[in-house]
C-alpha cells in the first residue's frame, strides 16, 4: 500500500505542477460577464467555422453574412444589457458571497472594495462583478481582518485585478495571508486612524486596542459623500463597540456587524448610528443563525430598512 500511495503521490503532484504551469499563462482564465467579451467569443467561433467552410461557396456566402451581421449588432446589444450609469453619488454593492462579506463602493474612476471573503467563491463574484461594470483598477483594499469569510478570496482578487493599495490591521501583520498580500501592493498596516479621499468618497478607517482575537483586531470603515455616510463594522463585538460610537457620525446605511450576529450591534451602537438602511450580509441557511432574531428585532423597533443577501441576493444602493 505505500508503494502504491508512493507512486500515485507523485502522479499527483505531476498533474498539478501542470495545472499550476498553465494557470500562469497569460488568459488562462477569462470572466465573460461583460456583453462584450461573450459577443467577441461568438464572432470568433464564427470565424473559425467560416474558415472550415471555406471552400463550400454556398455556405461561405451566408456565413460571411452573418459575421458581418454580428459585427454591427455587437456594440449596440452589449450597451443594452450593459447600459453605462447614469446616477450621481457613490454606488455601493453588497455582493451575495454566501457566509461572508464583500462590498464595492465606486464613484467617478474611484473603486473601493471592502473584505472579499466567504463560501461563495467570493474572488470568482468580486472579478466578475468588476469586470462587467468595466472597472480594471481598485483603488483600495481594505480589509477589516484575517477570517477566511473576510479575506480569503483576496489574494485572488488583487492578483487578478490591478489593486493600488491594500489596508489591513497592523495587530494581523503576521497573518499569512496579510503577508503574502503585502507582497502584492502597496500595503498599508493601519495603526491608528486615518481618512482617504477618492473622487467624492471619503474613507475614515478606525482602529481598535489589540484584542485576543482577529474580530477583536478589526478595522471600522466608514464612507462619506457629503452628508450620507455608510457604516461598516466588519465582526468587531458589542463590547467594544462603545470604543467607535464617540468617533462615528450618525449614518444612513449600516452593515450590520458580524452578518447580524447577537454579539454585534448593539443598542448603544444603533442609538447612535440611527441608520435608515440597514444591510446584512449572510448566507442562507448559515449554521451560525446569522442574522439573530434580537438583532432584528433592534433594527425593525428603529424603523430602518432591511435588506439581506441570503434573501434577495447581491444589494445596491446610491447615497444620492
Not at 85 to 113: N, P, W, Y
Not at 137 to 144: E, K, P, Q, V
Amino acid at each position: 500500500a505505500k508503494g502504491v500511495a508512493f507512486l500515485l503521490n507523485h502522479l499527483v503532484d505531476f498533474v498539478i505542477g501542470i495545472i499550476k504551469t498553465i494557470s500562469k499563462i497569460p488568459f488562462s482564465e477569462v470572466f465573460a460577464g461583460d456583453a462584450i467579451t461573450i459577443l467577441a467569443v461568438c464572432f470568433f467561433c464564427l470565424v473559425a467555422i467560416f474558415a472550415i467552410l471555406a471552400g463550400k461557396k454556398k455556405l461561405r456566402r451566408g456565413f460571411v453574412a452573418l459575421i458581418v451581421l454580428v459585427a454591427v449588432i455587437s456594440f449596440p446589444v452589449a450597451n443594452l444589457l450593459f447600459p453605462q450609469e447614469k446616477r450621481e453619488g457613490v454606488r455601493f454593492d453588497v455582493l451575495d458571497v454566501g457566509q461572508g462579506q464583500c462590498i464595492v463602493a465606486t464613484e467617478g474612476d474611484s473603486c473601493v472594495v471592502i473584505d472579499c471573503g466567504g463560501d461563495k467563491e467570493a474572488e470568482h463574484i468580486a472579478i466578475s462583478h468588476l469586470l462587467k461594470r468595466r472597472i480594471s483598477d481598485i483603488d483600495a483594499l481594505i480589509l477589516t481582518h484575517a477570517h477566511a469569510d473576510h479575506a480569503n478570496g483576496a489574494l485572488y482578487l488583487a492578483d487578478t485585478i490591478n489593486t493600488k493599495a491594500i489596508y489591513m490591521p497592523a495587530s494581523d501583520k503576521d497573518n499569512a495571508t496579510f503577508i503574502k498580500l503585502s507582497e502584492m501592493g502597496d500595503e498599508v498596516f493601519v495603526e491608528e486612524d486615518m481618512k482617504l479621499s477618492l473622487s467624492d468618497m471619503q474613507i475614515s478607517i478606525l482602529t481598535l486596542p489589540e484584542g485576543k482575537d482577529e474580530n477583536e483586531n478589526g478595522l471600522v470603515v466608514v464612507i462619506s459623500d457629503g452628508e450620507y455616510d455608510l457604516l461598516i463594522t466588519g465582526d468587531i463585538p458589542s463590547e467594544l463597540e462603545e470604543l467607535i460610537v464617540p468617533r462615528i457620525p450618525d449614518c444612513e446605511s449600516f452593515v450590520l456587524g458580524h452578518h447580524g450576529s447577537k454579539t454585534s450591534s448593539s443598542q448603544e451602537l444603533i442609538n447612535k448610528v440611527l441608520p435608515e438602511l440597514c444591510l446584512i450580509s449572510v448566507g442562507e441557511g448559515n449554521s451560525y443563525g446569522h442574522p439573530s432574531s434580537d438583532t432584528i428585532a433592534r433594527i425593525e423597533k428603529l424603523g430602518a430598512e432591511i435588506h439581506r443577501t441570503d434573501i434577495e441576493g447581491s444589494l445596491t444602493f446610491y447615497s444620492r
